[in-house]
């Protein structure tokens, strides 16, 4: 099991990138970020992820969320891969709009827990899962996603865990089943009637259940 755990604070490791070498939380700054692992690069999948997370790297900087992603290769294969990646994404950057960390050694891929032992390289080596941790300005670990190396991410359900993650990290709601930005959330189960009816002054609706219960309570925030 991995030992990164929601709300630790995540290593502030040091690495090379395609920006050069970087130390995690500097390179963070006081933004949110996202850091996501590839298996190897010049590989299809994640030639397509890499492709859609450029195209949509516009809606991440519109949330504050700094992209970095980490593929265990070198920092040349990256710069190489990069140009592929850019030929066949649909985005307007003429550069990938975010770095890429280099793992060649495997270090961050065993500290972070990323290893996918059902898939090896030539030499038999583990390469990485699709890792997704998404880090709070605080520098705590806000959310994690562990895919094998042979399933492709969904990046728009990214975006959408982002939004709420950043809006729950302001008001006491959470989001229901597909939420969307702008849709009615929940009030959390902690707060008294009378609390959320002070605190949400758009109005708590409760939808009735057979237990009687008063838990299915909607707002706009
Ligand atoms: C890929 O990115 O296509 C891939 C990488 C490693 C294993 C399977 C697929």
């Given at each position: 099991m991995p030992g990164l755990l929601l709300g630790d604070v995540f290593p502030n490791f040091e690495a090379d990138t395609t920006i050069g070498r970087i130390k995690f939380h500097d390179?963070?700054?006081s933004s949110w970020g996202v850091l996501f692992s590839h298996p190897k690069d010049f590989t299809p999948v994640?030639?397509?992820e890499l492709a859609c997370a450029a195209k949509l790297s516009d809606?991440?900087?519109?949330?504050?969320?700094k992209m970095i992603a980490l593929s265990i290769d070198s920092v040349e294969d990256h710069h190489n891969w990069s140009k592929d990646v850019m030929a066949v994404s649909s985005s307007t950057a003429k550069t990938l709009p975010f770095p890429i960390i280099a793992d060649h050694n495997r270090a961050l891929s065993i500290e972070l827990g990323m290893l996918d032992p059902d898939e090896r390289d030539s030499d038999g080596l583990p390469l990485t899962a699709r890792c997704v941790?998404?880090?709070?300005?605080?520098?705590?670990?806000?959310?994690?996603i562990l895919y094998p190396a042979t399933t492709g991410r969904n990046f728009d359900e990214l975006?959408?865990?982002?939004?709420?993650?950043?809006?729950?990290?302001?008001?006491k709601v959470a989001t229901p089943v597909d939420w969307k930005l702008g849709d009615k959330v929940m009030v959390i189960p902690s707060?008294?009637?009378?609390?959320?009816a002070a605190l949400f002054p758009n109005g708590v609706t409760t939808k009735e259940v057979p237990s009687g219960k008063n838990y299915?309570?909607?707002t706009q925030p």
């Open positions: 390179f963070l700054g994640c030639t397509t809606e991440f900087k519109k949330r504050g969320v941790f998404v880090i709070g300005p605080d520098k705590k670990m806000k959310l994690s975006l959408r865990a982002i939004d709420s993650l950043q809006l729950t990290a302001q008001k707060l008294s009637d009378a609390e959320a299915l309570r909607y």
